[in-house]
Every structure is written in C-alpha cells, then in structure tokens.
C-alpha cells in the first residue's frame, strides 16, 4: 500500500458542479495535513491545510477522517480557472517531512 | 507570504557537465529545506532534506555524491547534479517552511526543468 494514495482520475466536471477528491494515508500517527495544488508546468501552491474539524475556504472544504485515514476536499461551483492537479500532502506519522500522493487531475469544461 | 526563489528556472546542458540549481528563502530563515524531483505525470518525490550547517539527509535511492547539497546559511540551499545524464531530466523543486506548527504549509521554489542533451 503506498503511503498517500490518491485517485489520479481525471475528474472531468461540467461548470458549477461539485466535486470530491479523497486521499488516504498509511500512518495513523499523522498529524500534519494539506492540499495543494499544481498548474501544468508549475510548482505546487498551499490552497489549504486540514484542521482536525474540518475547516472551509470560500468554495473549499477540507475534512479529516482519523478514524479511516482519510482527508477530503470539497470544491463546490466549480469554475474553468480550478482545472489543475490536487495534491495530497502528509506528514506521515510524527516527521516533519512532507509526503505527497500522486495527485488527483481535474478538468472544468464550459 | 512566504517565497522561495529558485533559478534557474530552466536550463539544458549536455551529457556529462554539471548544473547547480540555487534555493532561497526570502524574508525567512529556513534550517531546513527539502529537494524533490518531479517527472511528468508522477509525483514529487523527495530526494534529500537539506539542514543547514550539516550534511543533507538522502532518501532510499538517491545517489549523494551525484547529486550535491549544500546548505551554507540560512536562505540559501544548492543542489547541484554532476555528471548529468539524459535521464536525469526532470523538474526539480525545493520547499521549506517559515513557522513551525502543524498546520503551517510548504512553500516551494517555482522550480527548475532540467533537460539535459
């Protein structure tokens, strides 16, 4: 089992839809979670780290579930300019270096 | 917000020379900054973290005298890949991180392509 393991998709999803990317870690000791996301080309930008309670920016929900070891994100309205690839970023176990899932692609048509 | 610089951004060199990729954190002072190496479709991987005053930390794999690290003060990290071959082409991407804390992010360099002839 790899360590952060995403759904490479891609998703495609129609302007305004809501879409769901879900990501699932191997250490249950992790503590540090985040999403990030990747344009073509480019290096990754935080668009958000997961609190333990869940938290949400805008039209981005990010949620945590410990007890299956997963973290969500939730992009509701999705517009052509969220076309990108999400990535999966977890501090596995107690260290403090990141580790990245694969990375779910997402493409908003018209 | 934070930002590190990284240049170059680009670069193409043949087979056999040597490219040292510079990491600066601005406005911060980073102990520790990681290198990772991206190929298309793939994800980062983590090569090395870098820690400031003493030798880097390399991952499973990644050879430590082909790819050179140094981490002389705190904003500046090199990388440098000797002896390039083809195969090393890839996008080459450091991070580190301003605050401690759980929930403080990565910030990444805007990264480097490195194609090598």
């Known amino acids: 089992r790899k360590e952060v393991e995403q759904d490479p998709g891609p998703f495609n999803v129609p302007e305004g839809a809501t879409v769901a990317f879900n990501c699932t870690y191997s250490n249950s000791a992790s503590q540090s979670f985040f999403w990030y996301r990747q344009d073509c080309r480019k290096e990754p930008k935080l668009l958000m780290s997961?609190?333990?309670s869940g938290n949400e920016d805008g039209r981005f929900t990010a949620q945590l579930n410990r007890a299956s070891q997963y973290i969500s994100l939730l992009i509701r309205d999705s517009k052509l300019s969220d076309s990108a690839t999400y990535l999966c970023?977890?501090?596995?176990?107690?260290?403090?270096?990141?580790?990245f899932g694969r990375g779910t692609s997402l493409i908003v048509h018209p | 917000g934070a930002v590190v610089s990284q240049h170059p951004s680009r670069v193409i060199c043949k087979s056999g020379t040597s490219v040292k990729i510079e990491c600066r954190s601005l406005d911060f002072q980073a102990t520790t900054m990681f290198w990772y190496r991206q190929f298309p479709k793939q994800s980062l991987m983590l090569m090395a973290t870098s820690n400031e005053g003493s030798k880097a930390t390399y991952e499973q794999g990644v050879e430590k005298d082909k790819f050179l690290i140094n981490h002389a003060s705190l904003t500046l990290s090199t990388l440098t890949v000797t002896s390039a071959h083809p195969e090393d082409s890839s996008f080459y991407i450091c991070?580190?991180?301003?605050?401690?804390?759980?929930?403080?992010?990565?910030?990444f360099g805007s990264g480097t392509r490195l194609t090598v002839v």
């Open positions: 970023v977890v501090n596995l176990g107690g260290s403090y270096i990141p580790t």
């Open positions: 997961v609190y333990s």
């Open positions: 991070s580190a991180r301003e605050a401690q804390g759980p929930n403080n992010g990565y910030t």
